[in-house]
């Protein structure tokens, strides 16, 4: 994580403002995640004397509000190749390339939205739907 955003910078080459910033927080969000998992991971397994159930809570929220994040970013830049394509509308090659970016931003809502599903399933109980989805078993 840290090497995306060494390479990519904490913007992640956005060209719009809102986008960016959405970028950033993501990033903030998604590193201090990985550690927090790593902690809770480590306590459950009595690597270090913690109490885990804290600390997944505190992963899973991390895990939540990066969805979150990922599917605001999802619908900015949606709206924003929206924007370009009424432009663009002149030239096929432009007009493909912008709609093969919307269908790729409709996948990530789709796959964020699921994804969040399953996050706050495994919030503590009392948060939305929290434990209530089946296990699958």
């Known amino acids: 994580m840290v090497r995306h955003v060494l390479q990519t910078g904490w913007a992640g080459g ?6 960016g910033w959405l ?3 993501t990033n903030l969000v998604d590193l201090l995640f990985y550690p ?7 306590g459950e397994h009595r690597i270090l004397n913690i109490t885990p159930d804290t600390w997944w809570t505190q992963a899973n929220c991390l895990w939540a509000i990066s969805l979150y994040l990922n599917i605001g970013s999802a619908l900015r830049k949606v ?12 030239s096929e090659e432009g007009a493909r390339k ?11 809502l789709i796959q964020a939205g699921c994804d969040l599903i399953n996050a706050i ?12 989805l089946s296990q699958g078993r």
């Open 14 to 19: 956005e060209d719009d403002w809102l986008a």
């Open 23 to 25: 970028q950033i927080a």
């Open 36 to 42: 927090v998992e790593n902690i809770a991971w480590a």
């Open 79 to 90: 709206y924003t190749v929206r924007q370009k394509m009424v432009a663009v509308k002149s």
């Open 98 to 108: 912008l709609e093969t970016l919307e269908r790729e931003q409709y996948i990530n």
């Open 121 to 132: 399933h495994w919030l503590p109980a009392g948060h939305l739907w929290a434990g209530r």
